[in-house]
């Protein structure tokens, strides 16, 4: 099994920026993908940005040039630097990963337990 743990959710002002952490825990586990979503009420969860091992970036239309995800592989740890954030970001904020598990032998995706950004105009 993974765990993932969100932090750096919040209140922030429009024009504002915020930064999201996510790190994976468990036992012996490889992580492929890596990535944000987010939902907002009444909405569909949708993807804000991912990146998987080896391949650029991929971000939702809405938020790029806005937002950067980056990844720290040694440390299963994945950020999402949000800038010049809009009213429409808000939204719970989730981590994913697509790993393996040695201990299930196979691939499986896995979320974090959600966090908040709020953005007021």
């Known amino acids: 099994q993974v765990q993932l743990v969100e932090s750096g959710g919040g209140l922030v002002q429009a024009g504002g920026s915020l930064r999201l952490s996510c790190a994976a825990s468990?036992?012996?586990?490889?992580?492929?993908?890596m990535g944000w979503y987010r939902q907002a009420p009444g909405e569909q969860r949708e993807l804000v940005a991912i990146k998987a091992i080896g391949r650029a970036p991929d971000y939702n239309d809405s938020v790029k040039g806005r937002f950067t995800i980056s990844r720290d592989n040694a440390k299963n740890t994945v950020y999402l630097q949000m800038s010049s954030l809009e009213p429409e970001d808000t939204a719970s904020y989730y981590c994913?990963?697509?790993?393996?598990?040695?201990?299930?032998?196979?691939?499986?995706?896995?979320w974090g337990q959600g966090t908040q950004v709020t953005v007021s105009s």
């Open positions: 468990g036992t012996r586990f490889a992580i492929n993908s």
């Open positions: 994913y990963a697509r790993a393996y598990s040695d201990l299930s032998g196979s691939w499986a995706d896995y």
